[in-house]
């Protein structure tokens, strides 16, 4: 009886895992666009920022973005306040180090905006952003940025080139660039970094796209990916939601001919950690861009035409996603154009579009939680860090006291210290203590919570 009863408990949990309801929610007051936010990047649940490019395009019945944008959330995206307007760019990437301290790439292309520089530095949140000064062989534009630790920062483009890596070792005080062209001689896109020498980058060599590694920190790069059909194709956006599950959505660049006809179109997956990769087929004859995954099975990819499909099986069938509210096209209204979306930490999932869509697992697909229900308990950053790093956490109720400590890998008590009495809600505190390079855990206690996480201090 025993045994039948675990069983069907077991069979319980997973019916629930399976079945459990994915929403894409927009809060009331999420800004929107005629065209779309290519990027969005939180430092934490509740600090985040998005961009929105100058856009003049006329094959496609939108108005145009008149000016570059930023936009900041101190409320995990419950409200946003315009902290830049008015900037002729096309604003493509962020990525911030801290609440002031951040990165904002331009696609610089001259058939749409004049600015040439290709990329910010913002020191104060957004609101006043200088340019960065590249040694040569200089970045044509920024299309991606990887915020690794607090003082490592990639950046990489452009897609059409020229095909430029810069790094910074010290927060962007000065940075290193790398021509790429021997490996992606069309150009980079995008990239995803474990550490500040472990990370891959994705772009187009000559016909075909390609994903390279690098554990060096980019001093080589082995190719772990090539395109087996020649088809003027590149990997547009690469997503890991575990060490090793990952995937990559794969633009067909024929599209944007006048009369590209009827096409194929693949993603990519690894299950090895980004060793190898193998293509899937995906939807024919469909632009793919944003991609990203929840967990190793359920994910989406979004692309220009205005639908996003999803996946509960790890890619291997897909279909329409009707919670971004888009069902058919054309439409009068701005499309999702799903460029970018960004986990942060276990739960928390966004969506860049024509507005900034966030992931909710609930029983209501109608349920448009506020401000109060956001409850991400507890999270550091950066992680991995340097010298110090941020612990945030959510006390669910007033507790009499709240204890911090850390611990080794063996479970040995490395640091205590008592925070006092606080009272329900979100809270945040800097750990600077010395520590040896390695993995780490922290915990925070209270009378009526507990959680711990793991934490990496880099060399």
């Not at 409320?75 to 904002?104: A, C, E």
């Not at 996946?311 to 209204?333: A, K, M, Y």
């Not at 006092?420 to 925070?444: D, V």
Request: hydrophobic residues 35%; glycine residues 10%.
């Amino acid at each position: 009886m025993k045994k039948l009863l675990l069983f069907l408990g077991l069979l319980c949990f997973i019916s629930v895992n399976l079945f459990a309801q994915y929403n894409w929610v927009v809060y009331p007051n999420t800004p929107n666009t005629p065209f779309r936010f290519d990027d969005v990047y939180f430092i934490n649940p509740n600090q985040g920022w998005l961009v929105e490019p100058i856009v003049l395009i006329t094959d496609i019945p939108l108005t145009a973005s008149p000016f570059g944008r930023v936009y900041e959330t101190r409320n995990g995206g419950v409200s946003w306040t315009l902290v830049h307007d008015s900037m002729p760019s096309y604003l493509r990437s962020v990525g911030f180090i801290d609440s002031l301290h951040g990165f904002i790439g331009n696609l610089a292309d001259k058939t749409v905006t004049a600015d040439t520089v290709p990329m910010y530095y913002t020191s104060d949140g957004g609101k006043t952003l200088t340019p960065v000064s590249f040694p040569s062989p200089r970045p044509g534009g920024i299309c991606g940025i990887s915020v690794v630790t607090d003082s490592v920062v990639y950046a990489y483009g452009r897609y059409y080139g020229p095909p430029v890596l810069a790094k910074t070792t010290d927060a962007g005080k000065t940075w290193k660039t790398y021509d790429m062209s021997p490996y992606a001689s069309i150009g980079l896109i995008d990239g995803w970094f474990w550490s500040k020498d472990t990370g891959f980058i994705t772009g187009q060599n000559g016909a075909n796209s390609v994903i390279l590694h690098t554990n060096d920190g980019g001093a080589t790069w082995q190719t772990v990916y090539t395109a087996t059909r020649n088809d003027t194709d590149h990997v547009w956006k690469i997503f890991f939601p575990s060490r090793n599950i990952g995937y990559g959505s794969i633009e067909y660049t024929g599209h944007f001919n006048s009369s590209p006809g009827s096409y194929n179109t693949y993603f990519v997956k690894t299950t090895d950690g980004g060793k190898t990769w193998v293509e899937y087929p995906f939807i024919p004859n469909y632009d793919e861009e944003g991609c990203g995954f929840i967990n190793d099975t359920v994910g989406w990819i979004g692309g220009w035409s205005g639908l996003s499909y999803k996946t509960i099986n790890g890619g291997n069938s897909w279909s329409l996603d009707s919670s971004f509210g888009i069902s058919s096209i054309p439409e009068t209204q701005p499309l999702p154009f799903i460029n970018r979306f960004r986990k942060f930490g276990d739960s928390l999932f966004y969506a860049s579009g024509n507005t900034i869509y966030k992931l909710m697992l609930n029983n209501s697909a109608n349920t448009i939680p506020t401000a109060q229900t956001i409850n991400t308990s507890l999270t550091n950053f950066p992680n991995p860090y340097n010298t110090q790093t941020t612990i945030l956490y959510t006390i669910p109720r007033t507790s009499s006291f709240v204890a911090f400590e850390v611990y080794d890998i063996t479970g040995r008590k490395l640091f205590t210290q008592s925070l006092g009495a606080q009272t329900a809600g979100t809270h945040e505190m800097t750990y600077s203590q010395p520590l040896a390079p390695g993995e780490y855990y922290y915990t925070i206690t209270t009378d009526n919570f507990k959680g711990t996480r793991k934490m990496v201090v880099e060399k």
